[in-house]
C-alpha cells in the first residue's frame, strides 16, 4: 500500500468522498425527504436536532480557545455569530426554534431538553469534547462534513412544502440561512484542511476525524429511528415513560 501523500487536490477529493456516508443517506433521513416521516418523526428529529444546534457554538467556542492564530480566530468566530445571533440578527438557535414551533412543538420543551434522547446527547457530546481536547486544527477540520450541507439544506427546501404542508412555511428561515453560510464555512475549513495535513499520516488522521464527525450524525439518526420509527425508545421494555437523564452537562 503507497504511503505517499496525496495532492491536495487528490486529497480534497478523498474528503468529498465521504459523503458516501452521510446522514443524508440515513434511512431516517430519507424518509423525511421521500415524505413517509410521520409527524412525531419529523418532530422527534427537530427536538432532538436542537441539542446538537445549541452545542455547535460552545464547540466553536473550544476550537478558538485552542487558535492562537489571530487571523483564525477573526474568521471562524462568525460562525458562533451565524448560531447565537448579535444585533439584528436572531441567529441559527433562534431560527431552529421557529422551525421547532412550526412543527407543532412548545418552545419551551425544545428548549428544557427533555425530549433529547440520551444516544442524541451522548453523540453530541462526543463531539464538543474531541473539540476541547483535540489541536485546533483537528477540531477544526472535524467540521467538514460542511462540505455535504448546502445539499441536504436544499433537499430540505425542495422536499418538505411539497410532502407536509402542515408545517408552516416561515420554520424553513433555518435552511435558507444556511445554504450561504455553510458555503463561506466550507471554503475557509477546506483551505485549513488542505494546509494543514500534508503527510500521509496526517492525511489519514483527517480522513478518520471526517468518519468520526459522521460518525455523530449516523448514530443520532440511529437513536431517532428507534425511538420514533420502531417504537423502541430508551427503557421501553419496562416503562413507557421518560426517565432519561435531562439535565445538561451531566
Not at 96 to 109: D, H, I, N, P, Y
Not at 154 to 160: E, H
Not at 216 to 221: A, E, P, T
Request: charged share 25%; glycine share 6%.
Amino acid at each position: 500500500m503507497s504511503t505517499t501523500a496525496m495532492t491536495p487536490q487528490a486529497f480534497e477529493q478523498a474528503l468529498r468522498d465521504k459523503g458516501a456516508y452521510y446522514h443524508i443517506h440515513h434511512p431516517y433521513h430519507v424518509a423525511m425527504h421521500s415524505g413517509t416521516a410521520s409527524k412525531e418523526q419529523i418532530r422527534g428529529w427537530v427536538a432532538n436536532r436542537f441539542y446538537y444546534q445549541i452545542n455547535i457554538p460552545m464547540k466553536d467556542a473550544a476550537i478558538m480557545a485552542n487558535c492562537p492564530d489571530r487571523d483564525i480566530r477573526r474568521e471562524w468566530v462568525q460562525r458562533m455569530l451565524d448560531h447565537d445571533g448579535l444585533q439584528g440578527d436572531d441567529g441559527g438557535i433562534e431560527a431552529w426554534l421557529r422551525l421547532a414551533e412550526a412543527v407543532g412543538l412548545e418552545r419551551q420543551q425544545v428548549l428544557s431538553g427533555e425530549l433529547v434522547l440520551p444516544g442524541v446527547r451522548f453523540a453530541v457530546d462526543a463531539y464538543v469534547n474531541f473539540a476541547r481536547r483535540a489541536s485546533w486544527q483537528e477540531a477544526a477540520s472535524s467540521s467538514l462534513t460542511e462540505l455535504f450541507a448546502p445539499h441536504i439544506h436544499q433537499s430540505r427546501l425542495d422536499a418538505w412544502p411539497q410532502h407536509y404542508p402542515w408545517i408552516d412555511e416561515r420554520g424553513y428561515e433555518y435552511f435558507r440561512k444556511r445554504l450561504s453560510e455553510a458555503r463561506r464555512d466550507v471554503e475557509h475549513g477546506l483551505s485549513i484542511t488542505l494546509a494543514h495535513y500534508t503527510t500521509y499520516e496526517q492525511q489519514q488522521r483527517m480522513l478518520e476525524i471526517l468518519q468520526f464527525k459522521l460518525d455523530v450524525l449516523w448514530s443520532m439518526l440511529d437513536a431517532m429511528s428507534m425511538a420514533y420509527e420502531l417504537n423502541r425508545p430508551p427503557y421501553h421494555s419496562v416503562t413507557g415513560d421518560r426517565v432519561w437523564h435531562r439535565g445538561l452537562g451531566v
